[in-house]
């Protein structure tokens, strides 16, 4: 599941985009609606083996947050980020 954009003026009712604009000017991320559910079923596909990109198109959650999750898993822990790839200047030293 890819991660949609849009224009609350395009997707709100007027009357409810006018509420959100009381409490909020700029950008505002809305959590999806299952949120709570999110660490159990990622722990248990990360547990199961299925690497962080896998894991994010099932869920429809960022890498970002798969590393995270699985972090908290401290020394059980079976994704790493892998470290940043050396520039060909330093691979050549």
């Avoid at 009712?13 to 009381?22: G, I, T």
């Amino acid at each position: 599941m890819t991660h949609l954009y849009a224009n609350a003026a395009d997707v709100l009712p007027p009357r409810l985009l006018e509420e959100v604009r009381k409490h909020w000017r700029g950008y505002l991320w809305i959590p999806g609606g299952n949120v709570s559910s999110q660490k159990p079923e990622t722990v248990a596909l990360i547990q199961s083996g299925m690497d962080a990109r896998q894991i994010s198109a099932v869920l429809g959650i960022s890498r970002s947050r798969v590393y995270q999750i699985a972090h908290s898993l401290g020394a059980q822990n079976p994704l790493k980020r892998k470290p940043p790839r050396a520039s060909a200047e330093e691979e050549r030293r």
